[in-house]
C-alpha cells in the first residue's frame, strides 16, 4: 500500500467552506482533509471560528480532479459553470448560514462578557 503524498489544493477563508468541499471530494473518492493555518485550531476552539483560513490537501495523484472539482464548486454566483460541472455544482450557502453565525458570534461575546463583568465587579468593588 502506498502512502498518502499530501498536495494542497486550495485555500478558503471559512472552516464551513472547507469541511463541505472536503465532503464533496471524500464523496467523489478522493481522500481529502483540511488543515487550520497558524494557530487556527486554538481558535476554533476558543471562538469557534479562525480569522487564518483553512487549506485543503489531496494525494497528489489526485491533485488535477480535485482541482477540476473544487472549481465547479465555487464558481462565483453569476457566472456559469461548462455543462460538464453541473453535476458538480452545489447550492450556495444561504443566509441562514450567515444568521446562525452573527448568532454564534453574539452568543460567544456574551460569554465572554458573562465571564469577565463579575471579574471586574469583584476587583473594583472588593
Known sequence: MEGMKPVKVYSCADRVVADMITETLNNRGIPAYSESKGSGDYMNIYMGTSVFGND???????ADRAKEIIDALTVPIGEKASAGDADLLVRPPDKRLRVVRIISLIAAVLMVIGAVVPSLANILFG
Open 56 to 62: 485543503i490537501y489531496v494525494n497528489e495523484k489526485d
